[in-house]
């Protein structure tokens, strides 16, 4: 059975950093794209980055240069680095993994972490 | 980027209703075009993909359809368990991106 389950999200200040981490069961992480996707409260769903399987990366404009995405084949984790974080940034994390047809459509999602940014 | 924008972003329904939701991109997206059903407080679920396929355990009476701009969710005849926020998002550019969102709500 395919799980993904979020963890790390925290309170933390302006500025600040926090690493959030997605633990995978069912399927190798490496042979997916995998994403993060976020909610911030009472709005809608914002992509945030994705890890392709062969490595590359991309990010959504508001988090390019702060945020970094990667993937630990050995634990079978994704991980989320957070840098400079904003207000902004105060959401639900979810990360998704990737079906393998052509549209890359996200099938199975985590259950989310709170990441809140506030001094 | 692709911008994705819904409409209506809200829509009052009664069950057995027949129900639309439309979704237009910026640019063309091909059939790059999915969409998910979201209930308060839980993960997005996957409903359609590549614009027209039901994804496996989804009910039979949803339904997606369209190519390059312009794309339609139809739920064929309301349920209750259908009252959610539907999204959605386009996989064309490799950086994504959902729509605002449509808020199903009952009459």
């Known amino acids: 059975e395919v799980q993904l389950v979020e963890s790390g999200g925290a309170l933390v200040r302006p500025g600040g950093s926090l690493r959030l981490s997605c633990a995978a069961s069912?399927?190798?992480?490496?042979?997916?794209?995998m994403t993060w996707v976020r909610q911030a409260p009472g709005k809608g769903l914002e992509w945030v980055s994705i890890i392709f399987a062969g490595g590359t990366t991309s990010y959504a404009h508001s988090v390019e240069g702060r945020f970094t995405i990667s993937r630990d084949n050995s634990k079978n984790t994704l991980y989320l680095q957070m840098n400079s974080l904003r207000p902004e940034d105060t959401a639900v994390y979810y990360c998704?993994?990737?079906?393998?047809?052509?549209?890359?459509?996200?099938?199975?999602w985590g259950q989310g972490t709170l990441v809140t940014v506030s001094s | 980027d692709i911008q994705m924008t819904q409409s209506p972003s809200s829509l009052s329904a009664s069950i057995g209703d027949r129900v639309t939701i439309t979704c237009r991109a910026s640019q063309s997206v091909a059939g790059f075009l999915n969409w998910y059903q979201q209930k308060p407080g839980t993960a997005p679920k996957l409903l359609i993909y590549s614009a027209s396929n039901l994804q496996s355990g989804a009910p039979s009476r949803f339904s997606g359809s369209g190519s390059g701009t312009d794309f339609t969710l139809t739920i064929s005849s309301l349920q209750p368990e259908d009252f959610a926020t539907y999204y959605c998002?386009?996989?064309?550019?490799?950086?994504?991106?959902f729509g605002q969102g449509t808020k199903l709500e009952i009459k």
């Open positions: 069912g399927f190798t992480v490496s042979m997916y794209y």
């Open positions: 998704a993994r990737a079906h393998t047809v052509v549209t890359r459509p996200f099938d199975y």
């Open positions: 998002q386009q996989s064309y550019s490799s950086r994504y991106t």
